[in-house]
Every structure is written in structure tokens, then in C-alpha cells.
């Protein structure tokens, strides 16, 4: 797996990272053109499940190849690497929106798998102003109580051992104990931590973690787009 992909500040446009879009590739369309994108400048990251409920699914890999987008790997793209793997849960994952995946022909599910395996499991952003944005799935994966973002890394790429790299990315596609607990501790050594999994009803700060999963696969729920230098929030709701 993929551990840490790193972006330098970007010197010309305005980056941006949106929340779990489920296959609802036309509102991700309409959110961009909402917040005026523009494809040759500006960057948009996501924090995982791009894939699974939602209609156009298959797009993710439209969506992968584009210069300007990029994206951590979420529960939703590790269950689709488990089950063409032949190691999943296939009734799990057909009960949590992946049925579309079965219906494919068994080439292009391989091309997908090999798409997602590529995604990592963290992305840190630099931004003009010296700050650093990090980006994961569900949850920054502090091992111990102790744990600062550098750990959190450390522990991802097999550093502390096979045993705390498994918990590591557990917690990094899966945890929710954060938001749960309504901690509001920073995670240390990062400045902002952008993370989807958990859906709230509208983005939600813990600290300085920001949850972004507005829940855009449900019928009251909307997609977040957030721009990272000035924190503003563009919204779709999935009723427009």
C-alpha cells in the first residue's frame, strides 16, 4: 500500500479538498463550476470514497487521471481491492453500495483495482503560507495516546513494526473514536487535518481536524467542497 504522497504549495491557482462523493461524479462537476475551478491552475484533493451508492462509480478512473485531481485511499476503495483481490467481504461490500462493481466485466474490475491500489494512504499539502493541510480517510492514525502526525506517519509506512502499520491503516480507512468522543485535541505536528468516513451534518471542526463527509449519498445530505488557504465551504445539496 501506498503510504504518504506530498504536494508543494501551488503557486498559481487555489487547492481544494472535498468531502466522500460516492459516485456522485455530475454534483462534483457542479460543485467545481459552482466554485469557478479553473482546470489549468487550481487542485482539488479528496479525502476517499469516491466510489460506492452513488450512480457513476466507474468514473473514478476518468476522474484519477486528471493532473489536477487527487485522492486518498477511503474504506470504500479498500473493500473494492479486497474483493476483486478474491481476499473481501463480497455480500458486505454489495450491502454498502457495490453492487455496480459486479456488473462489470471482470477486465475493468481489474482496472479499477489497480487504479485504487495507487491511491495513498495520507496527502500532505503545502500552502503559500507556510502552513502544511494533511488528508486521510477517516481518522489520523495515532497509535499510542501520545502519537504526533510525524508518529501517525511513521507507524503508516512500517516503521514501528507490521503490527502497528495494520492498526495504523485501520484506523487511517475505518476509525471514529475522534468524533465520537467529540475530542477536540489537535493532532500535533500537522496544522490542519482534513478527513471524510464520519458523515455530519455540515462540516464540523475537532480541533484543528475538519470533517467534510456531508453525506451526499443520502437524500438529505449535500457535498462539501472546502478551499484550503481561506476555509471556504461550497455546498450542493443533494435535493438541487
Same mark, same amino acid.
Given at each position: 500500500?501506498?503510504?504518504?504522497?506530498?504536494?508543494?504549495?501551488?503557486?498559481?491557482?487555489?487547492?481544494?479538498?472535498?468531502?466522500?462523493?460516492?459516485?456522485?461524479?455530475?454534483? %462534483?462537476? +457542479? /460543485?467545481?463550476?459552482?466554485?469557478?475551478? #479553473? &482546470?489549468?491552475?487550481? @487542485?482539488?484533493?479528496?479525502?476517499?470514497?469516491?466510489?460506492?451508492?452513488?450512480?457513476?462509480?466507474?468514473?473514478?478512473?476518468?476522474?484519477?487521471?486528471?493532473?489536477?485531481?487527487?485522492?486518498?485511499?477511503?474504506?470504500?476503495?479498500?473493500?473494492?481491492?479486497?474483493?476483486?483481490?478474491?481476499?473481501?467481504?463480497?455480500?458486505?461490500?454489495?450491502?454498502?453500495?457495490?453492487?455496480?462493481?459486479?456488473?462489470?466485466?471482470?477486465?475493468?474490475?481489474?482496472?479499477?483495482?489497480?487504479? %485504487?491500489? +495507487? /491511491?495513498?494512504?495520507?496527502?500532505?499539502? #503545502? &500552502?503559500?503560507?507556510? @502552513?502544511?493541510?494533511?488528508?486521510?480517510?477517516?481518522?489520523?492514525?495515532?497509535?499510542?495516546?501520545?502519537?504526533?502526525?510525524?508518529?501517525?506517519?511513521?507507524?503508516?509506512?512500517?516503521?514501528?513494526?507490521?503490527?502497528?502499520?495494520?492498526?495504523?491503516?485501520?484506523?487511517?480507512?475505518?476509525?471514529?473514536?475522534?468524533?465520537?468522543?467529540?475530542?477536540?485535541?489537535?493532532?500535533?505536528?500537522?496544522?490542519?487535518?482534513?478527513?471524510?468516513?464520519?458523515?455530519?451534518?455540515?462540516?464540523?471542526?475537532?480541533?484543528?481536524?475538519?470533517?467534510?463527509?456531508?453525506?451526499?449519498?443520502?437524500?438529505?445530505?449535500?457535498?462539501?467542497?472546502?478551499?484550503?488557504?481561506?476555509?471556504?465551504?461550497?455546498?450542493?445539496?443533494?435535493?438541487?
Amino acid at each position: 500500500m501506498n503510504t504518504i504522497k506530498t504536494f508543494p504549495s501551488n503557486e498559481k491557482g487555489r487547492d481544494f479538498v472535498v468531502g466522500d462523493v460516492h459516485g456522485h461524479f455530475e454534483l %462534483l462537476r +457542479a /460543485l467545481l463550476n459552482r466554485s469557478k475551478f #479553473d &482546470l489549468e491552475q487550481d @487542485r482539488v484533493f479528496s479525502v476517499g470514497d469516491l466510489i460506492d451508492r452513488g450512480p457513476d462509480s466507474v468514473e473514478v478512473v476518468n476522474w484519477l487521471s486528471q493532473p489536477w485531481f487527487h485522492a486518498v485511499r477511503g474504506n470504500h476503495e479498500q473493500m473494492l481491492i479486497d474483493c476483486v483481490s478474491g481476499h473481501g467481504d463480497i455480500p458486505r461490500h454489495t450491502r454498502n453500495g457495490g453492487a455496480w462493481l459486479y456488473e462489470l466485466a471482470p477486465t475493468l474490475q481489474d482496472e479499477l483495482s489497480t487504479v %485504487l491500489q +495507487a /491511491l495513498p494512504t495520507i496527502i500532505e499539502v #503545502d &500552502l503559500l503560507d507556510g @502552513r502544511t493541510v494533511g488528508i486521510v480517510h477517516a481518522e489520523a492514525p495515532l497509535t499510542l495516546i501520545d502519537d504526533d502526525w510525524q508518529k501517525a506517519k511513521e507507524a503508516l509506512s512500517g516503521q514501528l513494526g507490521e503490527i502497528c502499520r495494520l492498526r495504523a491503516v485501520s484506523m487511517a480507512l475505518y476509525a471514529r473514536e475522534k468524533i465520537e468522543r467529540q475530542n477536540h485535541d489537535p493532532v500535533r505536528g500537522i496544522d490542519q487535518l482534513y478527513v471524510g468516513h464520519s458523515t455530519v451534518p455540515s462540516v464540523t471542526r475537532l480541533g484543528n481536524v475538519v470533517y467534510i463527509d456531508t453525506g451526499c449519498s443520502f437524500g438529505d445530505g449535500a457535498l462539501s467542497l472546502v478551499e484550503l488557504t481561506d476555509g471556504t465551504v461550497t455546498c450542493i445539496n443533494m435535493s438541487q
